[in-house]
């Protein structure tokens, strides 16, 4: 299992890495231009676009990657084009979707144009160009007399952390490049909803909640990924703001946690490998999802956009828990490591490599949110490669345990199978025992009062009424002689059923006009073999022979018939046919006599399955019994 799953892994991880190598190959000419870009902070919050142009303190930004920090001020940048740069068609691209509200103004001999306002406050259709990030088109103005054209952008991201990307794209290397990442996104949540399909059609099959958690997870974590790259806003929630606030990403965390923890509970089995894990667990699922609840009917009320202090308490809140929560996963990862069981064991170090990428972008985050913080890369692109990697670890051994869980299934039912057959084997042997013993008691006791009462009534005078009480005690002492004679073979079992059914079709040849063929093909097994019936299976099919023939001479009344007797390899076919009075079959069935009862109930008991024909040339009745598959 574990050279399956590492071969899997290496298929994962080169095919990842070959649509990043391309995806890096095919931007690698779109280069971003290099214009003059400088930044002013509004402490007041309240300077217009006309206050803005008389500031004179703008600083120059070093680096199209900007890091403020926490702030409580408002932002202004202003990126300054050269005539010769809009000879092309230029657009800006803010990078970070989660900025409240922002404004681009264009400025042209003191005249100023607002180019839109946008911000993850304000409704997606807002937005100046319907992509995941904030993209302005920079208007070709191109005037003899003008050397340059300013463009102020107003961003307002008061009282959380800013960092975005300032970056001036040549239009048509910008879209090329958002439809090559939005491919790649299409890709991602491709197989993001053929894993949850699959979950949930694997919990369909098996019923076991392990699946149902595990596709929740994974709809939460790609709902974290959505969140923080945009797409959970263009594509989920656009015409719901209010779900941005305070942030979206740490309520998808809110929701995705408690299903992990859950996931975890039953495929770890923490009640029982862990309590105190499994406890530990529990507080942190019911908090969370407690707070969920909570965070939802706070941005109802609206109290998240009102309250200006919404944001840092929350953030504390989820840091303070995601430290905790972060514990608990490291103390969920050795549980697993400590257990015998492949699957856990695996899936505890498929836990250990995401928890070691959870502390890299909490190192990241941490620098990310100190003013001028350093960046190494974005924190989804590591939540990517950990989903990637959690994805195939786990669906692999939800597979697995799958696959499992089927051949148990398939197990109990062969041992249900051979326990229902020895309860039968059983309760025939009873009723076998049963009938022996009274058949002595028959012999032994009524047949002797018979044989004396019979000699008594011959020793008296003869007279007509004595003489038929005699012939009516002969005709009972046959009909006893022949219920005898309906008993099994005492030596069955060792002269196998081909010699005792032939020996059956010559006794009733001797005892009746009834002139009867027996005929047997492939029913010698080859030395060695273990025995193609079992004693039920050889005792059910010579009693159904003995009825059916019972019933040619008794009720059909026959004169030739065939009984037949083949192996093949499908099974045993046993044929019994005569050229007597034919019956309704379908009538026969809805009424149901107590012979053609007998006869479906006992090859029930051996699986068989019968075929009747009937008609006014004779009857035919077929007996098919499959091969047992033989199992240790």
Request: aromatic fraction near 10%.
């Amino acid at each position: 299992m574990i050279r399956k799953l590492l071969v899997l892994f290496g298929l994962i991880v080169a095919a990842l890495l070959s649509l990043t190598a391309y995806h890096l190959a095919s931007v690698k000419s779109m280069e971003p231009q290099l214009v003059p870009i400088t930044h002013w902070e509004d402490r007041s919050g309240s300077a217009t676009i006309r206050d803005v142009l008389r500031v004179r303190s703008f600083t120059p930004v070093l680096q199209h990657r900007i890091n403020i920090g926490y702030t409580e001020s408002v932002h202004w940048f202003r990126i300054r084009l050269a005539t010769s740069d809009q000879l092309t068609e230029r657009s800006l691209e803010i990078r970070n979707p989660t900025i409240d509200r922002l404004e681009l103004f264009q400025v042209n001999d003191s005249i100023i144009t607002s180019l839109g306002q946008a911000g993850s406050r304000l409704p997606f259709a807002q937005r100046p160009s319907p992509t995941k990030t904030f993209v302005y088109l920079l208007p070709v103005d191109a005037v003899p007399y003008r050397t340059t054209t300013d463009f102020y952008l107003r961003i307002d991201k008061r009282y959380e952390n800013l960092a975005t990307e300032l970056t001036v794209w040549q239009t048509s290397d910008l879209e090329d490049r958002e439809q090559r990442e939005y491919f790649l996104w299409g890709i991602f949540a491709g197989v993001v909803g053929l894993v949850v399909l699959l979950a949930f059609l694997f919990y369909g099959a098996t019923l076991d909640p392990v699946y149902s958690w595990y596709g929740l997870y994974i709809l939460g974590l790609a709902l974290r990924q959505f969140a923080d790259t945009g797409l959970g806003f263009q594509y989920l929630w656009p015409r719901l703001p209010a779900i941005n606030q305070p942030d979206a990403v740490i309520e998808a965390l809110w929701l995705y946690i408690p299903a992990l923890l859950q996931f975890q509970q039953y495929f770890l089995r923490l009640r029982t490998e862990s309590k105190r894990v499994f406890w530990a667990t529990q507080v942190f699922k019911w908090t969370f999802a407690g707070l969920f609840v909570a965070l939802v009917i706070g941005q109802l009320m609206g109290l998240t956009e009102t309250h200006t202090g919404a944001y840092r308490l929350i953030t504390r809140v989820h840091t303070i828990l995601a430290s905790g929560v972060f514990l608990v996963f490291i103390a969920v990862a050795i549980v697993g490591l400590r257990t015998t069981a492949a699957v856990t064991r695996l899936y505890a170090a498929g836990l250990s490599i995401q928890m070691a990428g959870q502390l890299l972008i909490i190192i990241q985050n941490t620098m990310r949110n100190q003013s001028d913080g350093v960046f190494f890369v974005d924190a989804y692109m590591l939540l990517i490669v950990n989903f990637f990697i959690d994805l195939v670890v786990l669906f692999y051994l939800l597979a697995y345990r799958y696959r499992r869980s089927i051949d148990d299934e398939r197990q109990l039912q062969i041992s249900l199978a051979q326990t229902r057959q020895q309860t039968n084997d059983a309760i025939i042997d009873v009723l076998e025992s049963e009938r022996q013993q009274i058949a002595r008691l028959l012999l032994t006791e009524v047949g002797g009062r018979l044989t004396n009462t019979r000699a008594m009534l011959t020793a008296l005078p003869p007279v007509p009424l004595l003489s038929e009480a005699v012939d009516l005690l002969d005709k009972t002492d046959a009909n006893l002689d022949q219920i005898l004679r309906d008993d099994l073979p005492p030596d069955l079992m060792q002269k196998g059923l081909p010699a005792a059914l032939s020996e059956l079709v010559e006794r009733c040849c001797r005892t009746s006009d009834f002139r009867l063929v027996f005929q047997a093909e492939g029913c010698q097994p080859a030395p060695g073999q273990l025995p193609v019936l079992s004693a039920t299976e050889t005792r059910q099919l010579y009693r159904m022979t003995n009825e059916l023939i019972a019933n040619s001479i008794r009720h059909a009344k026959a004169t030739e018939g065939l009984v037949s007797l083949q192996c093949t390899s499908a099974g045993w076919q046993l044929i019994v046919s005569d050229n007597g009075q034919g019956f309704d079959v379908k009538q026969a069935l809805i009424t149901g006599g107590i012979g053609l009862k007998n006869l479906y109930n006992r090859a029930q008991t051996i699986d068989a399955t019968v075929q009747l024909d009937a008609g006014p040339t004779g009857t035919t009745v077929r007996l098919l019994l499959p091969k047992k598959i033989q199992t240790s």
